[in-house]
């Protein structure tokens, strides 16, 4: 039986029972009304905590000391994140100033430092002025009703938060998932990582909620690769503290299918609000591919569509170019038999076995002007399924990460 | 002993012995003055022959064409070259019309058409015009000085030709390698096409002649991916006739050293005009990572850098941000030890030991006004050494492609 997922009205990272969060202006970031730039998000009680990171081969010391605090044994209650800063690529004291921060977090909140996570987000190669963490985290007020002061907290030059929660009954007892994310999805003048946190009130199991949040993210915060640059400091995780008071969540029945689809639900809309934030952008796309030999192979050639600045600025252009449709999917280098394409926009086929076939072209360049464009790419050989997201590329995206001249 | 490479005054690919060239306008490009789009490239006798292609999912039927008329036991005379058309997701009829050119040229200069090879760039999805093909091609009239007319047919929206010969002497024997290239390296409105044709009067064993090639296209046209997008029609293509009547080249000798360092200028020439004619670009980009566990760890890293948008922004806005650096650097994921990095802007250090270092702004914001800036990236932990080449980003490259509306 599956279990019915509902959207809870102005959802949050602290959605979820348990959870408080809030924020502060330490003036790390050039101020501005109702600017915030460390948040601070707990739990009343010991979470399970999953985690994935950057892959990059430089990464913050944040992005270290996280990985070595989570895991299946690990328990953990708070988090701490700065934005204007991010820590990363400043020797050895980027490592101590990371841990001195949780030390405060921890101390501020009456926890165990161990248990205490902490990001940063914002310029490369500056150290972070401890002076200001040392005064204004102790200052930080947590509330239930705090997730969008945390959410506006670890923003960089994004233009608006990014927040959401669901909730599932599991025998009468409510559950929910409440998450946060910030990133542009684009390129900005000394930041593009992507921050995320989720939080819920489920029992979960650790290696369950590892597995889950990996499933999650290969679906969601994996396919929004939309310039190809992989921050130093990107970091999603997972905390369940369990104070919905419902059976542990380990796999194989019903709430465990619900809490899945509850995760993926929660990072697939955050990381289309990343797309759909990118710097310059006005369109998001999304980008579909069905009938691959495999899932994989078509959530390949979907990102490869989806990242493609061929693509990305023929959707600024309105431009029904087909063509570099086919270059981007071809791109991805799967398997696939060219003769057996069919393409749509909004719905509007345009090629079809392979051909470009006759269509209404006012009515394709109407819909590329459209808040959403969504390519679909039928390749006809097998069930594999994908999506993948990203935004349009104009003028306004090189201006914007050009004008910073030192 | 090392024998000297020497350059050839106005080289082309058409100045080894034997080699003739041609163009022609048929009306395929929209005219302009001394515009050709179909050229013509004979050899006076049969050539050994060696190829690289687009690794993309679907390809131009004149690449598959091409694949089956290259290998050890094949033997080349002509390569027929349209521009304007890319000859790419037409159908069926791709193939057949890509037969009929060769079918053409091969009748037009009285040779075998097994021996005839052909490329197309330009639009993709639109049927080529063989009626142009049959009246023009039989029109068009080969010379050894002709090379120029074929650099100048193969054009797409490139701003200029890429030409180049070196010659080296064996036992008094004079040997010429000329070529010629196209593609301006980022993204156009309908082609980003890569071509290349390199032409020797050298005796060369086939096998030794396809290794030769792939060594040097790894080192060159593979090391300029501007912008992330694989064409479907990308060829690079190796003639040897054997014209100047030397000794056969097979390795382990000499002129075998050579020969392939000979195609390794000349190859990397072609390259770096690509990158420097990239589409609204005004600096090239050189990227040296050096120090890398093995070469191709820098390779890798260096292409990572080159193509990175963060960089390529940086350097349109003249802002020595060495943070971004480090991320693409980074993005590769190859080992390195982030403490050891050193990073320099045409020669002046901004980085040492893996941190930013006082250095002179104004000295670095001018080095990245120039024509070419050199990025160069120790990292200090082994010997392997790779370049890559790039051109900065600018707001008229978005222009150029999205002004392009159907």
Same mark, same amino acid.
């Given at each position: 039986m599956t279990l019915p997922i509902a959207s809870v009205p102005n959802g949050t990272v602290s959605s979820a029972k348990g959870f408080s969060a809030g924020g502060v202006f330490a003036g790390i970031k050039t101020p501005g009304p109702g600017k915030l730039d460390i948040g601070l998000l707990v739990s009343d009680q010991p979470c399970t905590v999953a985690g994935t990171f950057s892959q990059n081969s430089i990464v913050s010391p944040t992005v270290t000391l996280d990985r070595e605090r989570v895991g299946v044994d690990k328990r953990v209650r708070?988090?701490?994140?700065?934005?204007?800063?991010?820590?990363?690529?400043?020797?050895?004291?980027?490592? %101590?100033?990371?841990?001195?921060?949780?030390?405060?977090? @921890? !101390?501020?909140? +009456?926890? /165990?430092?161990?248990? &205490?996570?902490? =990001?940063?987000?914002?310029?490369?190669?500056?150290?972070?002025?401890?002076?200001?963490?040392?005064?204004?985290?102790?200052?930080?007020?947590?509330?239930?009703?705090?997730?969008?002061?945390?959410?506006?907290?670890?923003?960089?030059?994004?233009?608006?938060?990014k927040e959401i929660a669901v909730s599932f009954d599991v025998d009468g007892v409510t559950h929910t998932v409440g998450g946060v994310s910030k990133g542009s999805g684009m390129i900005h003048p000394n930041m593009a990582t992507m921050l995320a946190y989720v939080t819920t009130d489920a029992n979960v199991d650790p290696a369950f909620l590892q597995a889950t949040l990996s499933a999650a993210v290969k679906l969601s915060f994996n396919q929004i690769d939309v310039d190809g640059d992989q921050s130093t400091n990107d970091t999603? %995780?997972?905390?369940?503290?369990?104070?919905?008071?419902? @059976? !542990?969540?380990? +796999?194989? /029945?019903?709430?465990? &299918?619900?809490? =899945?689809?509850?995760?993926?639900?929660?990072?697939?809309?955050?990381?289309?609000?990343?797309?759909?934030?990118?710097?310059?952008?006005t369109t998001l796309i999304e980008v579909t591919v069905e009938g691959a030999h495999s899932d994989d192979d078509a959530l390949k050639a979907s990102r490869e569509c989806a990242s493609s600045l061929?693509?990305?600025?023929?959707?600024?252009?309105?431009?029904?170019?087909?063509?570099?449709?086919?270059?981007?999917?071809?791109?991805?280098?799967?398997?696939?038999?060219?003769?057996?394409i069919d393409t749509f926009v909004n719905d509007i086929q345009i090629v079809a076995d392979g051909k470009g076939i006759s269509y209404n072209i006012q009515s394709v360049v109407s819909a590329l002007g459209g808040d959403v464009v969504r390519l679909r790419v039928a390749l006809n050989v097998g069930d594999g399924y994908g999506r993948a997201w990203g935004c349009d590329l104009t003028e306004e995206y090189v201006v914007f990460n050009s004008a910073y001249t030192t």
């Open positions: 708070a988090v701490i994140v700065n934005s204007g800063c991010a820590n990363t690529a400043v020797g050895e004291h980027g490592l %101590l100033d990371a841990k001195e921060m949780t030390e405060i977090a @921890a !101390e501020h909140l +009456g926890i /165990d430092v161990e248990q &205490t996570l902490v =990001s940063s987000t914002g310029v490369i190669g500056v150290e972070i002025p401890m002076a200001l963490m040392r005064e204004f985290i102790p200052k930080i007020e947590v509330a239930e009703d705090g997730g969008g002061d945390f959410a506006n907290a670890i923003l960089t030059t994004d233009r608006r938060t999603v %995780l997972l905390l369940a503290n369990g104070a919905a008071g419902g @059976a !542990e969540i380990s +796999g194989g /029945d019903d709430a465990s &299918t619900a809490f =899945s689809e509850a995760v993926h639900q929660v990072c697939e809309h955050l990381a289309i609000e990343i797309a759909r934030d990118g710097e310059g952008s061929l693509v990305k600025t023929a959707v600024y252009g309105r431009d029904p170019n087909w063509g570099r449709i086919f270059m981007a999917i071809g791109k991805s280098e799967i398997p696939l038999d060219e003769s057996k």
